[in-house]
């Protein structure tokens, strides 16, 4: 089992930035990809960006490439979301997910978090 533990979140004006974090515990942190999802009121929970276990391959949904940056700090057992010039329709509750393998579906994630409140005003 892994848990994670997002932090971060909050209410921020657009054009803002947040950095979120995962904490990770329980099995090798460095054994897993990791990703950030988000969930919008009324709809489904989308992809935002993913990271390899070492930390070498990037992914990210085209309505935040350029903006948001994922990282992590295998030693510290947590992957960071760098989060700027926000928009209002980056509203949403941000996931963290553990898995074997990267990927940009849900499914490729074993674990999951419960999730943090972002935010944007216009």
């Known amino acids: 089992q892994v848990q994670l533990v997002e932090s971060g979140g909050g209410l921020v004006q657009a054009g803002g930035s947040l950095r979120l974090s995962c904490a990770a515990s329980g099995r090798t942190f460095s054994n897993y990809a990791m990703g950030w999802f988000r969930q919008a009121p009324g709809k489904e929970r989308e992809f935002v960006t993913g990271?390899?276990?070492?930390?070498?391959?990037?992914y990210y949904a085209e309505s935040v490439k350029g903006r948001f940056a994922i990282y992590r700090d295998n030693a510290k057992n947590t992957v960071y979301l760098q989060m700027n010039s926000l928009k209002p329709e980056d509203t949403a509750v941000y996931y963290c997910?553990?898995?074997?393998?990267?990927?940009?579906?849900?499914?490729?994630?074993?674990?999951w978090g419960q999730g943090t409140q972002v935010t944007v005003s216009s």
């Open positions: 997910a553990a898995g074997a393998t990267l990927g940009s579906l849900e499914r490729a994630y074993d674990y």
């Open positions: 990271i390899s276990r070492s930390g070498s391959r990037r």
